[in-house]
C-alpha cells in the first residue's frame, strides 16, 4: 500500500472522526509544525459537526515566525484516505505539503487564505 504522511492538529486526531472517515483508529507520532499560528473557525457543515461533536475547529496559518509552532500527530494513511479527508475539510480549508520539526514532509490542512 502506498502511504502518505498526514500532520494533525485537530478533529483528525480524534478516534470518532478517524472512525467515521477512514474506518478505522489511526495510529501515529507526536510532531510539531514550526512557523505557524493557530486560531478556531465556526463551522456551518452539519455532517461534519456531528462527526466531530463540535461547532468550532481549529485552524492553522502560516506567520513565518520560529517561536510560533503548532503540536499534533503525524499519521500514515493510504492515497484514498487522504481523498477522504480531502473530503471531510470544510471550505476554509486546504491541503499543502510542509516539512515538520521532525524533518518529516507531511500534508497538513492550513487556512486556505494562507496560502493564496
Not at 483508529?25 to 510539531?32: P, Q, V
Request: include cysteine.
Amino acid at each position: 500500500m502506498n502511504t502518505e504522511k498526514l500532520f494533525s492538529y485537530g478533529t483528525l486526531c480524534y478516534e470518532a472522526v478517524q472512525l467515521s472517515n477512514f474506518g478505522r483508529k489511526l495510529h501515529g507520532t507526536a510532531d510539531s509544525l514550526p512557523g505557524f499560528g493557530m486560531s478556531k473557525i465556526k463551522i456551518k457543515d452539519v455532517n461534519v459537526i456531528t462527526t466531530s461533536g463540535e461547532e468550532e475547529h481549529p485552524i492553522i496559518t502560516y506567520t513565518g515566525k520560529f517561536t510560533d509552532s503548532i503540536e499534533g500527530m503525524v499519521f500514515d494513511v493510504s492515497s484514498e484516505e487522504l481523498t477522504r479527508a480531502d473530503s471531510y475539510e470544510v471550505e476554509d480549508y486546504k491541503r499543502v505539503k510542509v516539512k515538520l520539526a521532525s524533518g518529516i514532509f507531511a500534508w497538513v490542512y492550513v487556512h486556505v487564505e494562507s496560502v493564496e
